[in-house]
């Protein structure tokens, strides 16, 4: 039984790209529980963490006044020292004012090329859009960025390259069409399992379920194959499907000759791909090989899932276009129960890229440097745009710790934890002149803020929308007051580009809702007057009559045809492996949620947390002499931590698994910032590792 609520709100849950609708039971302006409400993605379902999340919002340690750090406190960690000793509460008149001035002096001193910002993809739409807005026409500089440089961008990328646009193809539900369901880097048990739950029911229906990754996963007991891929060789496997496919003649050539081009260069890219070879590189059966090509093949509609074993890797931008070639060559594409989807780990990373918060690209996938885009921006915004496309999160951070960039304004970002090589974050934040941090609780990264700003919760104290993983954008409600003088993202961006001299012509969040189906055509359509009448709309909604969108390219693609991309694979660097043998994944679990700034508020949560250990196959352990529970040296090319071994068989011989949610075992200081060229991704799904005895 529920305890009795003075009021009942249905919003939308604030962690993963699901995006599940939640019912808060409110007592005396304190959320006092959380229930499933029905919505098209979750059915009244919720995970663990949408039931039992909510606590951080009550806490009191949230930020309730802006704060100033004291003249002569160095930058860095506060080391247990109470927070008004480092830092002073200031009015927002005072903060701003600051903040507008020294925006001013850095502007006059390097020009506008020496800002960033990094935006949170747990605001809302409305905010992120704000953001962007305010730092081109407020600041002039294009460096800013969210979460997805972390995550999916190489996703992003290489379907809006291939295809025409960077998102989900299909509805999340879709999946229970599908007859053959491919799981590629994927442990959605733990960081989708709402989703986790469709395809056990497809599989149970008897779809053909075929997991792809390097640790066993509990998804893997509905499965017909799993296969524990060899990390950093999902390239081999898929370009070995393709070219087994294509020799079986079990292609679809109508598909491929009405909609798509370059399919002879790639066809001709493949010859290297024999089964043998992947066999030998992948650790896969060839036998199994084929047998999953043919499922994926001929049992269609076929569906292929991912997540970031996927993406994050050097090569992640390689990874994501085999699989789209993949789809191409079947034509599994445009049609119910097909389809690819990566599934997103923030509840509006998808929401972010969006409405325009990364470089060079304006809301809705517009290009900066198109001139007619430009002038009509210029025109709706009345301002000048940035003349420079700007950096990815990960190039922010390198360009400061090189002293080209001298001010970062980081929002609900907890950067010393999520970038790679954590040393290397530090060093940059502490050289910058000025660093601006907006969060609902003090963070390792705001402990190197000179300003740190107080937020309201997005999902929980504010108004506005959240886009799920299936392109759906869902109102979030306030269910409660902001605690203190914390106020909503927006607020800050639209007050501060006032005090720059900058309106930005937006009152509340309903009015940037208006400004963004102003300026992006896949936003047209849409309102939050029609959010509330209506319910979720997947974009593009081109007009106020048009449904949103179902099914993307179900009547073609936008340039007319998708592309084929040659994909190759570098092949291994034996002299690495040789002096670093393990191969590292760092990953989440199911009770915990990214850097825990939220989720180790959750009293149920702490109880079922794994803990701050890396795990090992026991049969590494007994080669390399190591107990269980006993703590050793991790050592890579970037640095080392210290961590206690759990022994683990889902783990296979050679490879190590661990998450970056303990501050504990600071995981990303052995990545190296080894980045995706095209996306700079960092590669957190393999980083070689050796293990010292202590
Ligand atoms: Fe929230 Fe994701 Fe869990 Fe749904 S599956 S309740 S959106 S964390």
């Not at 994050?312 to 060559?329: F, K, Q, R, Y």
Request: aromatic letters at 8%; one cysteine or more; a neutral charge.
């Amino acid at each position: 039984d529920w305890v009795p609520a003075d009021k009942v709100v249905e919003t939308t849950c604030p962690y993963c790209g699901t995006g599940c609708q939640v019912e808060y039971g409110i007592k005396d302006d304190k959320v006092i529980w959380a229930r499933g409400a029905y919505g098209p993605a979750n059915e009244g379902k919720l995970c663990i963490k949408g039931k039992f999340g909510y606590h951080y919002v009550n806490s009191p340690e949230r930020l309730t006044k802006p704060l100033i750090r004291r003249t002569g406190i160095p930058k860095g960690p506060l080391n247990g020292r109470p927070i008004h000793e480092v830092f002073r509460e200031a009015t927002w008149e005072e903060v701003l004012d600051i903040i507008a001035s020294k925006i001013r002096e850095i502007l006059d001193k390097y020009g506008p090329a020496a800002i960033g910002g990094i935006m949170s993809d747990r605001s809302t739409n409305e905010s992120i859009y704000a953001f962007q807005k305010f730092m081109r026409c407020a600041i002039g500089t294009d460096s800013i960025d969210q979460s997805a440089t972390l995550c999916h961008e190489p996703s992003a990328w290489s379907l809006a390259t291939q295809l025409g646009y960077g998102a989900a193809t299909n509805p999340i539900r879709d999946v229970l069409n599908s007859r053959t369901i491919i799981v590629v880097g994927s442990n959605m048990n733990e960081t989708h399992p709402v989703i986790a739950a469709y395809v056990k029911r497809a599989a149970k229906q008897g779809a053909h379920l075929i997991i792809v990754n390097p640790i066993h996963t509990e998804l893997a007991r509905y499965a017909e194959y799993e296969l524990l891929i060899r990390p950093g060789t999902d390239v081999v496997l898929f370009s070995a499907m393709a070219k087994y496919i294509i020799d079986m003649g079990w292609y679809d050539k109508e598909f491929i000759s009405r909609y798509t081009e370059g399919f002879e260069d790639w066809v001709r890219s493949l010859d290297a791909f024999t089964l043998d070879f992947a066999e030998e590189v992948t650790g896969v059966p060839k036998d199994v090989i084929k047998e999953v090509a043919r499922l994926y093949a001929l049992e269609k509609p076929s569906m292929i899932m991912w997540t970031l074993g996927i993406t994050e890797h050097e090569n992640g931008t390689e990874n994501v276009s085999a699989l789209i070639n993949l789809a191409l060559l079947t034509g599994n594409v445009g049609k119910p129960g097909a389809g690819l989807m990566p599934l997103r780990g923030q509840n509006n990373v998808q929401g972010g890229a969006d409405v325009g918060c990364a470089p060079g690209r304006l809301p809705g996938y517009q290009p900066l440097m198109d001139s007619e885009v430009r002038r009509r921006f210029e025109e709706v915004w009345r301002c000048k745009l940035p003349s420079f496309i700007g950096f990815r999160s990960t190039e922010m951070i390198d360009m400061a710790r090189r002293g080209l960039i001298k001010m970062l304004y980081i929002v609900g970002e907890n950067s010393i934890r999520s970038h790679p090589d954590s040393k290397a974050v530090a060093e940059a934040l502490s050289k910058l002149e000025f660093l601006v941090v907006q969060d609902i609780f003090m963070t390792e990264t705001a402990e190197y803020a000179d300003v740190v700003l107080p937020a309201a919760s997005a999902a929980l104290e504010d108004y506005g929308t959240f886009t799920n993983t299936e392109r759906r954008l869902q109102l979030t409600r306030k269910v409660v007051d902001p605690p203190g003088d914390a106020k909503p993202d927006w607020w800050v961006f639209v007050e501060l580009a006032r005090k720059l001299g900058y309106d930005m012509g937006l009152r509340d969040s309903t009015d940037i809702m208006r400004d963004m189906a102003r300026v992006a055509p896949v936003f047209s359509g849409l309102s939050h007057e029609r959010l509330e009448r209506e319910g979720g709309l997947q974009w593009p909604v081109p007009s106020e009559s048009s449904p949103g969108t179902l099914i993307l390219y179900a009547d073609g693609f936008p340039r007319g045809r998708a592309r084929f991309r040659v994909v190759s694979w570098r092949g291994f660097d034996v002299v690495v492996e040789r002096l670093y043998p393990y191969s590292l994944i760092i990953g989440r679990e199911r009770a915990q949620y990214h850097t825990a700034t939220m989720t180790s508020r959750s009293p149920v949560l702490r109880v079922i947390w794994r803990g701050p250990v890396v795990e090992m196959n026991p049969e590494d352990m007994r080669a390399e002499s190591i107990k269980d529970g006993e703590v050793v040296k991790l050592l890579s090319p970037a640095g080392e931590v210290l961590a206690r071994v759990k022994a683990s068989t889902r783990v296979p011989r050679g490879v190590l698994f661990t998450t970056f949610h303990y501050p504990e075992l600071l995981a990303n200081t052995l990545v190296p910032a080894v980045l995706n060229p095209i996306t700079k991704t960092p590669a957190y799904k393999d980083t070689r590792v050796r293990i010292e005895k202590v």
